[in-house]
């Protein structure tokens, strides 16, 4: 038998004539993990979609255990041994466990009894700490990953693709992932998985593929690459120097006070909070999960209310405000632009230009009930070419734009608003090397023009190269506070740990 499970010949596919993946070669063995990476557009997700029968193929072949094949649907490529774990789950949030895992396989009569103790025995010969009776929509990311994984191998898979897969773990949840790949590929199963995280690639893969501007660039032994070889085959240039860039030997001067918080409560996740924010600085808050860094800022931004006796206060140039929904504190200067662009950030069926016009509509007093399309697509042509977005058009659907571009639109969906306070929350989390680049220069050219910007992220070298300021979040409060000049990773992350 031949060591290749899957392979993909001269595949190309083309949208309205313009090819996502352009004559690319890929081959899987069995039982190896295989990284595919490239920047967003490059045709992962493309490449992938079409090994899972989600896409078609304009032209070229594909092979399952050396034979021609070309599954149209996601269920014939479950037939032929192919699953794929999506960024977005697939599961059925209002049903348990146990009912996903068997959704499509039932008998004509079922006895719900016998599902779940079938669900409990197979769970636990995975290793997998799942309770079958929980309801779905309950469980953290991690725990739907592993009915996902768990569903994916039940239906006997025997190539396994992970869309981003660690985007929403934790690194508790990370290192609990790795080791349930690896004790796949142990199995005999063969992992493709799309990563963004360069040293998850490397650390994890046996082999990784390359893709750019939807071609093959090279395909090699995970061993024999670097960060710096993977970033320059990416984009065919060397951003080692501009990525996080080299320690700021600059810092902008500090404007007038934006933003105050001082006592702020929202139990459980905030308590006695205390912080300020200035125009014309990056304003960068560092913490681990559950330090209340998102929450914070969420009261802020009128998406959380506070604690309603003894709450704190929020000053906005001077003035107590006191946001209950976001619309107010829209119109009175403030944007937030969420961490969870598929939830939260856009209308995923709608256009590209019509996401970035609800933006616009949503600042101006009582809303609007009707689009104007002509301004829609001027107002999105201004910003598509501002953030250099990669779409076909101002029509395209968003759904249909790569992550980073994603995240480009929910991007100038708030800044549309001309606001005077920007708040980032994990802006390049799921994003490519080359647009890391572009929404950091964006966010600098922000603090430039004297906007008070503020930047959550949970990965050091961004916040060291962004901010003007630290604010080190822990246990729901700022504990530690360092310019650009004082702080260090060590001093960063002592605080936040002790």
């Known amino acids: 038998m031949s060591e290749i499970i899957l392979s993909l010949n001269k595949a ?73 774990v999506f960024q977005e789950n697939s599961l059925v949030p209002t049903m348990t466990v146990a009912q996903n895992l068997f959704l499509g ?54 190539v396994i693709i992970f869309d981003e897969p660690t985007a929403t773990l934790t690194p508790e949840e990370k290192k609990y992932f790795f080791d349930l790949v690896r004790d796949l590929k142990r199995r005999g199963v063969s992992i493709v998985f799309i990563s963004h995280a360069l040293e998850e690639a490397l650390i994890l893969a046996d082999r990784i593929t390359i893709l750019r501007d939807g071609k093959h660039v090279v395909t090699d032994e995970a061993a024999k690459f670097d960060r710096a070889r993977i970033v320059q085959a990416m984009v065919g240039r060397d951003l080692s120097n501009t990525l996080y860039g080299a320690r700021k030997t600059t810092m902008r001067t500090a404007g007038a006070r934006v933003l105050t918080v001082q006592n702020l409560k929202m139990a459980p996740m905030v308590k006695n909070n205390s912080l300020s924010v200035f125009a014309g600085q990056i304003t960068g808050v560092f913490g681990l999960v559950g330090a209340g860094r998102t929450e914070t800022f969420k009261v802020v931004a009128g998406v959380l209310k506070r604690d309603f006796f003894h709450g704190g206060e929020v000053l906005l140039h001077g003035k107590p405000v006191r946001y209950r929904v976001p619309a107010p504190a829209v119109r009175a200067g403030i944007a937030y632009v969420t961490e969870d662009r598929k939830v939260e950030g856009f209308f995923e069926t709608m256009s590209v230009a019509r996401n970035i016009y609800l933006g616009l509509l949503a600042k101006l007093p009582g809303g609007r009930f009707f689009l ?100 080190v979040s822990r246990q729901g409060k700022v504990v530690e506070e360092f310019s650009a000049f004082e702080a260090t990773e060590e001093k960063i992350m002592y605080a936040a740990v002790h």
């Open 12 to 84: 190309t596919k083309l949208y309205a004539g313009v090819p996502a993946i352009d004559g690319v070669d890929f081959e899987l063995r069995r039982g190896e993990i295989h990284a595919l990476v490239g920047e967003n557009g490059a045709g992962k997700s493309t490449l992938t979609k079409v090994m899972a029968g989600v896409v078609t193929l304009t032209s070229g072949t594909m092979q399952v255990n050396g034979a021609d094949v070309m599954p149209k649907t996601p269920l014939e490529a479950r037939h032929l041994g192919i699953a794929m």
């Open 105 to 158: 396989q039932e008998r004509f009569y079922n006895r719900l009894r016998g599902i779940y103790i079938s669900a409990q025995q197979f769970l636990q010969s995975l290793n997998f700490d799942v309770t079958p009776t929980a309801t779905v929509g309950l469980l953290g990311a991690a725990k739907k990953q592993m009915v996902e994984i768990a569903r994916a191998v039940l239906h006997d898979a025997k």
């Open 372 to 471: 104007s399309r002509r301004e829609a697509d001027n107002v999105g042509s201004k910003w598509v070419e501002r953030l250099k977005v990669r779409t076909t058009g101002n029509s395209m659907k968003v759904v249909e734009l790569s992550g980073g571009n994603q995240q480009k639109v929910v991007i100038a969906k708030s800044l549309v608003q001309e606001p005077d306070l920007i708040i980032f929350d994990e802006p390049t989390r799921g994003v490519d090397v080359g647009a890391i680049v572009e929404i950091h220069e964006l966010i600098q050219r922000l603090a430039d023009e004297g906007k008070a910007v503020v930047v959550i992220s949970s990965y050091l070298p961004e916040i060291m190269a962004l901010s003007d300021g630290i604010l």
